[in-house]
């Protein structure tokens, strides 16, 4: 498919964090983040504000269905098409129904199957957004920096979580939802620009695009026996699996009942689930900064271990302290191992496989992880919550077994700087 884009050439060396097309897309991709998070904001007000809180649950989980069963398309499309392209596309139509839904809401209260309709076009929209993102790294920047790319990505995420909410909250103690949706719309807004003018290179060692495609089902399949056949790659997505299943219940609706548990109170919640995402958001930043780790496969697994082992002793600790500290160390190794299995997989995949590949490992975060919700929950109502977050942290441990199994785990590196490439 001919286009008029500008490209990059074969080999750009520059840092990433000097390099003004990375940035660009990177602050498109915050404003964005911050943008959704505005959006889940209001989202769940307006659902208060229409119904009761059983409504009000239904509403959020309304976008993990098709999100779920889309995913795997949507990293088939990313790989079919320019991932930038499909990015632009995402970010126009959530930026359109947001403003569409400001305006309902600023003219009447919102009927719940209209928010309901919302989360699903949201959820629907972001199983191409996802793998889309994914795909789009090995596009804008050198192999050896891709790392560097990975860190400062999740170091984006991290800051829109904390930019976000407060955003949010503000738009809508001045305006209420409809002054929140309509903020979360231009924000997403804002990111279009940056994107239009972010270059980008085409796969192929020469330049090219694979000549032909088999059906978007037959490329699914190709994508997923890839993985499966791949040395390193169907180990990591297997360890990265196993960590999600196992610690994502216990972190989100664990920590909750655990916290009820103790009588610690919302204050002591809030501190745990910050010293959380300080240490998640210092790993984060670590990677940005550095670059490159060595022995990236052993660290890897050696901070999955540490989660492993943290998560699990936080249901046993008697006091808020202990339980403080103990989750800005389960942030700080589940950052290095979240960024460390990213970045591998980003440097180990095909780029012409790579929408397809982080389809599959966001499936396991989006789509399956969340089921253990409920699981987790009527766990700790009849068994309190101190086995089961061990039994949580066993189960996600099993991941340190299978990187450790894999030979291609266990010497698996970043690759180094290019040469005349200054940081």
């Known amino acids: 498919m001919a286009t008029s884009q500008t490209v990059l050439p074969e080999h750009a060396p520059v840092p990433a964090h000097r390099d003004g097309n990375v940035l660009r897309w990177l602050t498109a991709y915050t404003v964005s983040l911050v943008g959704d998070s505005v959006y889940f904001a209001a989202l769940g007000w307006s659902a208060q504000k229409a119904a009761g809180p059983t409504e009000v649950g239904l509403v959020m989980a309304s976008a993990a269905l098709p999100r779920a069963l889309l995913m795997l398309g949507g990293g088939v499309v990313a790989d079919r098409f320019d991932p930038r392209r499909v990015i632009l596309g995402s970010d126009t139509l959530r930026c359109l129904v947001i403003l569409a839904v400001?305006?309902?809401?600023?003219?009447?209260?919102?009927?719940?199957?209209?928010?309901?309709?919302?989360?699903?076009v949201f959820g629907a929209v972001d199983a191409l957004f996802v793998p889309a993102v994914g795909a789009l790294p090995p596009r804008i920047t050198a192999p050896d920096q891709l790392a560097?790319?990975?860190?400062?990505?999740?170091?984006?995420?991290?800051?829109?979580?904390?930019?976000?909410?407060?955003?949010?909250?503000?738009?809508?103690?001045?305006?209420?939802?409809?002054?929140?949706?309509?903020?979360?719309?231009?924000?997403?807004?804002?990111?279009?620009?940056?994107?239009?003018?972010?270059?980008?290179?085409?796969?192929?060692?020469?330049?090219?695009?694979?000549?032909?495609?088999?059906?978007?089902?037959?490329?699914?399949?190709?994508?997923?026996?890839?993985?499966?056949?791949?040395?390193?790659?169907?180990?990591?997505?297997?360890?990265?699996?196993?960590?999600?299943?196992?610690?994502?219940?216990?972190l989100n609706v664990g920590m909750v009942l655990l916290n009820a548990e103790r009588g610690w109170g919302p204050s002591g919640y809030g501190w745990i689930i910050s010293s959380f995402g300080a240490g998640a958001a210092a790993s984060a930043a670590l990677l940005a900064i550095a670059g490159r780790l060595p022995r990236a496969g052993l660290l890897m697994a050696g901070t999955l271990l540490v989660d492993c082992a943290g998560a699990a002793t936080i249901g046993l600790v008697p006091s808020l302290w202990l339980a403080v500290v103990l989750a800005g160390v389960v942030g700080l190794n589940a950052g290095v191992f979240g960024s460390l299995n990213s970045a591998l997989v980003q440097t180990a995949t095909d780029p012409a496989y790579l929408g397809r590949v982080t389809s599959v490992v966001m499936l396991t975060m989006v789509g399956l992880a969340p089921l253990s919700y409920p699981l987790v929950g009527a766990a700790i109502g009849a068994w309190g919550a101190a086995p089961v977050f061990v039994g949580c942290g066993v189960f996600a441990g099993l991941g340190v077994g299978v990187a450790l199994a894999s030979e291609a785990v266990r010497h698996a590196e970043l690759p180094r700087r290019q040469p005349g490439v200054t940081v």
Do not use: N
């Open 148 to 250: 560097r790319v990975t860190g400062m990505r999740m170091l984006a995420t991290r800051l829109s979580q904390i930019a976000g909410p407060p955003t949010g909250g503000l738009a809508m103690g001045f305006g209420g939802p409809a002054a929140a949706f309509t903020v979360a719309g231009l924000l997403i807004a804002l990111s279009l620009p940056l994107l239009l003018t972010t270059r980008i290179r085409p796969l192929g060692a020469g330049g090219a695009e694979p000549a032909e495609r088999g059906t978007a089902r037959q490329e699914l399949l190709d994508g997923l026996r890839y993985i499966r056949h791949h040395r390193l790659l169907g180990p990591l997505v297997a360890a990265g699996a196993l960590c999600e299943l196992g610690l994502t219940g216990s």
């Open 102 to 120: 400001a305006a309902g809401v600023a003219l009447t209260a919102p009927a719940l199957w209209i928010l309901v309709g919302v989360a699903l």
